[in-house]
C-alpha cells in the first residue's frame, strides 16, 4: 500500500517563528488534506490540497503531485498552533485515506 | 448543523465485554468511516461506508463490526473487547467521489476507550 512518511517528527519553535513541515508519498493521489489535532485532541482540516498551492491567513500548503511531496509553512507561529500535524492522502486507484505519523509541533511563548 | 457527532465520550470495559460507539452526521455525506488512534501511530482506517447498506474493511478491522442502516448513523461494535482495543476512535465523514472520500473530511471528538 501506499506509504505517507512526515517530517520532522517533533519541532520546538520560539513565538513568532516560521516553520516547514513536509509530506512524503510513495505513489499518485488524488487526495491530500492536512490536518491539526490541538492538545484536546480535536482533529481539524487545515486544506483539501491534491495539487497546487493555497493560503488561509499564517497557514500555507504545496503539493507537488509529479514529486509526491507536499509541505505545511506555518509564519509568525503562536502558542495555540501547539499540536500533532497529520498529512493524509487517497492514492490514485483506491479509495480509504491513509495517514502520516504526523510532526508534533510545540510554540513556546 | 452539529457536524459528526460521537458518543460516548469515554468508556471502560472489562475483557469479554462488547459495546457500540455511536456516530453520526448531519451534512448528508455518503462517505463515513473510524478510525483508531494510538501513540505514536497516526490514525488507522478500521471500516468505511460508501452509502447505506455499503461497508468495507480498512486496516485494522480485526474484533470490530460496522453496518449502515441510514445516511447519517455508522455506529461501531466491539464484539469482545480485549485490553489491545485501548484506543482513541475518531468517526470521520465527507462527500463521496467513485467510492472513495472526496474533499475535506470532518472528524468527530472523538471516544477514548479503555478496556481493562
Known amino acids: 500500500g501506499i506509504q505517507v512518511e512526515q517530517s520532522p517528527p517533533d519541532l520546538i519553535l520560539q513565538e513568532g517563528a516560521n516553520s516547514t513541515l513536509r509530506c512524503n508519498f510513495s505513489d499518485s493521489v488524488n487526495n491530500l488534506q492536512w490536518f491539526h489535532q490541538n492538545p484536546w485532541g480535536q482533529l481539524i482540516n487545515l486544506f483539501y490540497i491534491p495539487s497546487g498551492t493555497k493560503q488561509n491567513g499564517r497557514l500555507s500548503a504545496t503539493t507537488v503531485a509529479t514529486e509526491r511531496y507536499s509541505l505545511l509553512y506555518i509564519s509568525s507561529s503562536q502558542t495555540t498552533d501547539s499540536g500533532v500535524y497529520f498529512c493524509?492522502?487517497?492514492?490514485?486507484?483506491?479509495?480509504?485515506?491513509?495517514f502520516g505519523a504526523g510532526t508534533i509541533l510545540r510554540v513556546k511563548s | 448543523n452539529a457536524g459528526v457527532t460521537q458518543t460516548p465520550k469515554f468508556q471502560v470495559l472489562k475483557t469479554g465485554q462488547s459495546m457500540t460507539l455511536q456516530c453520526a452526521q448531519d451534512m448528508n455525506h455518503e462517505y463515513m468511516s473510524w478510525y483508531r488512534q494510538d501513540p505514536g501511530m497516526g490514525l488507522r482506517l478500521i471500516h468505511y461506508s460508501v452509502g447505506a447498506g455499503i461497508t468495507d474493511q480498512g486496516e485494522v478491522p480485526n474484533g470490530y463490526n460496522v453496518s449502515r442502516s441510514t445516511t447519517e448513523d455508522f455506529p461501531l461494535r466491539l464484539l469482545s473487547a480485549a485490553p489491545s482495543q485501548t484506543s482513541v476512535y475518531f468517526c470521520a465523514s465527507s462527500y463521496s467521489y467513485e467510492g472513495g472520500p472526496k474533499d475535506t473530511q470532518y472528524f468527530g471528538p472523538g471516544t477514548r476507550l479503555t478496556v481493562l
Open positions: 493524509a492522502v487517497q492514492p490514485k486507484y483506491g479509495n480509504k485515506l491513509v
